[in-house]
């Protein structure tokens, strides 16, 4: 059935669908019936998949990824479609329109997506109103960023600012230094500006009575000499876990006709060509740290056969994005169907 829904859907602009989509869903979930209606075919509660990572008590493992609710917009519905957790963003300190539109594209060949959307959202006050005012009962983290306009010398400021600001209406936090979309961003993944950056928020942190747990989302291209200088680093400044990965600016072994994705141009791409290099670095992160350091695994997971060579890699929790898309609101349930059964 959403097969053909998708199929449909597919025949028009991503982003526009996107939005569609979810201000659809989040009208029909107005309707008390239709709610009831969602959660029974959606969610999934398996006392065995309840587990706690750096802290928290996550109802499942399956997450939803940072972008897809970049203003903290749809959490109620999110939740009915049995998230185990969502992460919000990314948020940077002023409102900010993002990169110019076409800036959303699928690859149906390659089951993927590429996009270079730009931190695009509402600015950290926007954002921290709207969670406030929302009832919810799911975990939620805040992804982090700096503004287009803002030097990377100054970009510990921006990252200073969305912690203040969203600290009380989030259960954890992701720095985000390595979306490809903003230009000069993964210069801040060298770990001289990550230490910086990094050490000024755990200062913050350390400063509040409850402190929140503090993660950082790592690009899939980095070499072995920067995964190592992250390690050391994420323990030199006591992180709580890595999200590995964020989008890729490779393109290779793509099914999708060259002429097609050169035309598309720059951005980050996601789905299953990702899957095989979020893996490797999920395992080598593991291995290093000796699976001591809590990692998020992003990057192709569809199936729950994907989502446990992930969890086998060394993540303790998983998150989905494009996955989600392609695969339909059922992905939670069958994932977690199937790993309730191990």
């Not at 009962?137 to 203040?164: F, L, P, S």
């Not at 990550?194 to 950082?216: A, D, E």
């Not at 600016?249 to 791409?269: A, D, M, P, Y």
Request: hydrophobic share 40%.
């Amino acid at each position: 059935m959403y097969s053909l829904l998708r199929n449909l859907l597919f025949n028009f602009d991503a982003e526009a669908v996107h939005h569609f989509s979810m201000d659809s869903l989040k009208r029909l979930s107005e309707v008390p019936v239709f709610q009831e209606l969602l959660a029974k075919n959606f969610r999934f509660d398996y006392p065995s998949l309840h587990k706690q990572v750096f802290g928290l008590p996550f109802k499942n493992p399956v997450g939803l990824g940072a972008g897809f609710d970049k203003n903290g917009l749809y959490l109620r519905e999110l939740e009915t479609m049995g998230f185990g957790f969502i992460e919000v963003g990314t948020v940077t300190p002023l409102p900010q329109a993002g990169n110019d539109k076409p800036r959303l594209f699928r690859l149906p060949k390659d089951q993927a997506i590429i996009n270079r959307m730009g931190f695009n959202n509402n600015g950290v006050k926007a954002v921290a109103e709207k969670l406030r005012a929302t009832k919810r009962n799911i975990i939620v983290g805040g992804n982090i960023g700096k503004n287009k306009a803002t030097t990377n010398e100054d970009a510990w400021k921006d990252y200073e600012i969305c912690m203040n600001e969203l600290f009380d209406c989030i259960d954890y936090f992701v720095v985000n230094v390595s979306s490809p979309n903003t230009p000069g961003l993964r210069e801040l993944q060298e770990k001289s500006s990550l230490r910086k950056i990094l050490s000024q928020l755990q200062n913050i942190n350390q400063g509040r009575i409850n402190t929140k747990p503090l993660l950082l989302k790592i690009a899939p291209d980095l070499t072995v000499g920067q995964l190592d200088d992250i390690i050391e680093l994420a323990q030199e400044v006591k992180l709580n876990g890595l999200v590995a990965t964020n989008t890729t600016i490779s393109r290779e072994n793509l099914q999708t006709e060259k002429e097609k994705v050169s035309q598309i141009g720059l951005g980050g791409l996601s789905g299953k060509p990702l899957k095989q290099k979020s893996t490797q670095i999920v395992q080598y992160i593991s291995k290093q740290t000796n699976g001591g350091l809590p990692i998020i695994a992003s990057g192709g997971i569809f199936t729950a056969e994907d989502a446990k060579e992930k969890l086998a890699a060394g993540a303790s929790l998983i998150q989905v994005w494009t996955g989600f898309v392609y695969e339909g609101p059922a992905i939670v349930k069958r994932i977690c169907e199937d790993l309730s059964k191990r």
